[in-house]
């Protein structure tokens, strides 16, 4: 398996939720090693199986301590409140100070059908509620404040006009870098 394309802002796949995994299998593992590959590629720090088009509910991620899958995650309990700037590979080229919960607690099941019992903050807390996020169809645009939102989706709208997809090269000259 290879590297897979990322679908970016506008695509209704971002915006529709996943359904459950319901077989961990070999299709299943054959995915995971392609969303890890892409993620490494772009790179990213997370990739949700929407976010490379399929609707199924699974995420990958690395902090830089190597690859790690969570099939079928759950965010069970959050706490507190952190301030971070986020970015995202569907969003590419922007990043903005997002509030959320700190502290979170995720189970899920890891590509062995192992139970996984997360609890964890910071930095491994935001990447997954942004990758938990994905799954549900939410992407970081909707996580902003309302004057944020309202500059962001304006942008995002005219650059999805004038732009096609991957093309990153007009990218960097909208935003004038
Ligand atoms: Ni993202």
């Not at 830089?64 to 590419?92: F, M, Q």
């Not at 099941?109 to 997360?118: A, V």
């Amino acid at each position: 398996m290879s590297n897979l394309p990322i679908r970016t802002y506008g695509d209704p796949v971002l915006g529709t939720p996943t359904t459950n995994v319901e077989n961990i299998d070999a299709k299943i593992a054959a995915l995971a090693a392609s969303m890890i590959e892409t993620m490494h590629e772009a790179p990213g720090v997370g990739l949700a199986a929407n976010q490379v088009g399929v609707q199924k509910r699974m995420f990958v991620y690395d902090q830089g301590n190597g690859p790690h899958v969570v099939v079928n995650p759950v965010i069970v309990e959050t706490s507190g409140e952190w301030t971070y700037e986020e970015g995202c590979l569907s969003v590419p080229g922007l990043s903005w100070e997002i509030v959320r919960p700190n502290a979170v607690h995720l189970t899920g099941y890891d590509l062995d059908g192992n139970e996984l019992d997360i609890e964890t903050d910071e930095y491994q807390g935001r990447i997954f509620q942004h990758e938990v996020d994905h799954l549900d169809g939410v992407l970081l645009v909707e996580r902003l404040s309302d004057d944020q939102k309202k500059a962001a989706k304006k942008f995002l709208r005219k650059r999805q006009l004038s732009f096609s997809r991957d093309d990153h090269h007009g990218l960097t000259q909208l935003l004038g870098e």
